[in-house]
């Protein structure tokens, strides 16, 4: 059972997502994302253990950033973590139209097509940009979408952040025992589902070489596209100089053929995926929102 400290921080957690979500909500863009680039620092500086988590990581995609390029980049990272949330705060009440032209994109067409083989996509994402905004621009564009995502402390906020997402035309699924088998009824009805997958939470996924070192990823991507035929594509969705500014990058589908053996065809194409998210990841590593363990020579890792 919580402590009362614990409730009171919990309350105020809830709370200042709440208040967040409504001044995001009736600030401009310009006004709130300027505000963003002053606080973000601050931020920064009181968060050292996840500054220092993200330097690491940042060092991972490109051992050559040091000093004052390595500061930067992990601000950079901060920056886009908090631009992040202003504009999911912001997004449930933009106008569809506001959303479609404010995103561009590379090979979205890979997804229409995969659609038309009728086994479902699975689109595989990296914690970076602006991901919620592809959302609801996919919602806006008439897909159906499932996505998976990590249960949140305390309960209320999880449940604010489900309608959230609701709110964006998307199916929200907890991850935990009833993912599996809404993932497999969302492909079967030749949907698209999402899941962020350079960060095993669960500490069950697959092993493979990512950014030159080994660690887990999850392994439901593999696992699903082998046992419906859905075909696995990586994609990202990056935040642009403009206000409200999104570019998307698709991937085309990895091209896997079976060998017979589930176990290692799951860490095949698990490791071709990981190259896909790597190659995404390289493209604008700033606005990498990977603030926590993630190789087991991290501090902290596996706890």
């Known amino acids: 059972m919580a402590s009362p400290f614990e ?40 968060l050292r253990k996840r500054r220092f988590m993200i330097e690491r990581h940042l060092q991972r995609v490109d051992p050559s950033l040091t000093g004052f390029a390595l500061r930067r980049a992990s601000q950079q990272a901060f920056d886009s973590y908090m631009r992040y949330y202003t504009e999911s705060f912001r997004l449930p009440t933009l106008p569809a139209k506001h959303v479609l032209r404010s995103l561009s994109n590379d090979g979205f067409h890979y997804i229409q097509s995969a659609l038309e083989l009728g086994k479902g996509a699975i689109v595989a994402l990296p ?77 069950n996924g697959v092993e493979v070489d990512f950014f030159g070192e080994r660690t887990t990823v999850p392994a439901g991507p593999a696992f699903f596209s082998l046992r419906v035929g859905a075909p696995i594509i ?54 990498w929102h990977l603030f926590s363990p993630n190789w087991p020579s991290d501090p902290g890792y596996g706890k």
């Not at 909500?25 to 931020?43: C, D, E, F, H, M």
């Not at 935040?239 to 060998?259: N, Y």
Request: hydrophobic share 45%.
């Open 234 to 287: 990586p994609a990202a969705a990056y935040f642009t100089r403009r206000v409200d500014g999104h570019h998307a990058v698709v991937r085309p589908p990895i091209v896997f053929e079976r060998t017979g053996s589930l176990r290692a065809d799951m860490q095949r194409l698990s490791q071709l995926m990981v190259a896909e998210l790597e190659t995404l990841i390289r493209r604008a590593p700033e606005q």
């Open 127 to 203: 914690h970076l940009g602006g991901w919620e905004w592809a959302g609801r621009w996919m919602a806006e564009m008439g897909h159906r979408m499932t996505v998976i995502v990590e249960p949140l402390e305390p309960p209320e906020l999880f449940d604010w952040f489900t309608k959230l997402r609701s709110d964006l035309g998307m199916n929200v699924v907890p991850l935990g025992p009833g993912a599996a088998p809404a993932v497999l009824a969302a492909l079967r009805r030749n949907e698209v589902v999402c899941l962020l997958s350079d960060r095993d939470i669960q500490g």
């Open 7 to 46: 409730e009171l921080v919990d309350a105020f957690t809830v709370g200042g997502y709440r208040l967040g979500s409504v001044i995001a909500r009736l600030t401009p863009a310009p006004i709130s994302q300027g505000a963003v680039s002053l606080l973000a620092p601050g931020v920064a500086l009181s």
